[in-house]
């Protein structure tokens, strides 16, 4: 009876070994980073590099942008000031509705301040 139950369990545990995904679909499927099994102290080191690198990038970027001000006096964001309408005035006035419309500046500035 001892070696019923012996072969009972070789029997449950080759089930669920066939079972068990492999090493190539646990790294296709994204669960560990692609060759982790190779060398996964290696894979982890680069990961953190990566992330490393990225953040340094973008605290870099973040402090280099230019401000609202800049953007302005280089022409990237217009202003009624700077801008080149033909127009006046920095609003209109639809006569059917009796309705104030901004122009696109202004519009664009609204969002901005919004922000």
């Known amino acids: 009876d001892e ?4 072969s009972q369990v070789r029997t449950q545990l080759k089930h669920k070994l066939s079972s068990r995904r492999d090493v190539n679909d646990i790294e296709q499927s994204g669960v560990v980073p692609h060759s982790y099994f190779d060398n996964p ?12 690198l990225t953040a340094d990038f973008l605290e870099e970027f973040l402090e280099n ?3 609202y001000e800049e953007m302005t006096e280089r ?3 217009l202003t009624g000031n700077n ?3 033909n127009s006046n ?11 104030q419309h901004l122009t696109h500046e202004q519009e664009t500035q609204k ?5």
């Open 3 to 6: 070696d019923g139950k012996l």
């Open 41 to 52: 102290d290696r894979v982890m080191q680069e990961r953190v590099k990566t992330r490393q």
């Open 65 to 67: 942008r230019f401000d």
């Open 75 to 77: 022409g990237i964001i």
């Open 83 to 85: 801008s080149n309408s």
């Open 89 to 99: 005035s920095n609003t209109s006035h639809d006569n059917d509705t009796g309705k």
């Open 111 to 115: 969002k901005l301040a919004r922000r």
